[in-house]
């Protein structure tokens, strides 16, 4: 697919500055983000073109930044804080959206928006072939060894993972020798792994796994962990931090490894 133009539809925390700067470094000659205010970091500005600021739930305004710039292929990178969800104010356009959905979740919710984008000619795609270097492959692993107990309670909470994801309920699970002790849900994830890791008891050993829907759609909602997830970890007694491998990726590497060393967390993907 030639693409010489690329929006970022740039949501919080460093993932949309990573698509950034992969997606120059392959040969993409212009980049147009869309960045959400007080979500998005001021960053993008200085690795983007152009940069449209605007507030959750301005759909109009979203794919007129991108018309108006000559942008007909976008990726989503980046999360909006949960919160700010029920404080959306939607213009018109992103109001009708909204009315029409019976199930509002990642899946239907993104969704309906790469409709109303394609309706206007900008046709939401991967941001996968740019992430290719971030996502670890199955058998990743960096920390202390796993035990017989702990691989079995990875391959519980696996199982356990996937249901729930069918479900649209969270990607997430944290177990303990067979017993669940925390679902994400709405909270997200890093919340869910504080939750989970501070029901383990004083002597910690929490197992915690992140997976993918079996028909997850990569174009939006990509399973990521970065330093702030394994920090979340380490100050809640997690003990393994299992990802879905060639489907999560593992933003701020070098931090991530520092920290997993710190706490002397194994973070493995399976």
Known sequence: MQIEALGIIAGSKSLPLVVAREARAQGIKKIVAVAF???????????????????????????????KSGVRHCVMAGQVAPKNLFDVRPDLRGLGLLLRLKEKNARTVFGAIANELKKEGVELIDATPWLQS????????????????????????????????????GQTVVVKEGTVLAVEAFEGTDACLSRGGALAGKDGGAVAVKVARDDHDMRFDIPCIG????????????????????????????????????????LVAT
């Open 37 to 67: 205010t007080n979500e998005t970091s001021a960053e993008i500005e200085s690795l983007a073109d152009q940069t449209h600021w605007i507030k959750v739930g301005q759909l109009s305004k979203l794919i007129d930044s991108f018309k």
């Open 134 to 169: 971030e996502m670890p492959a199955k058998g990743f692993h960096l920390g202390p060894k796993l035990t017989n107990e702990q691989r079995e309670d990875i391959a519980f909470g696996v199982r356990l993972a996937k249901e729930l994801s069918k479900m649209e309920i």
């Open 227 to 266: 330093a702030l997830t394994v920090q979340a970890c380490g100050e809640s007694g997690v003990a393994v931090l299992a990802i879905e491998g060639g489907k999560t990726l593992v933003l701020e590497r070098e931090a991530v490894e520092g920290l997993v060393k710190k706490h002397k967390i194994s």
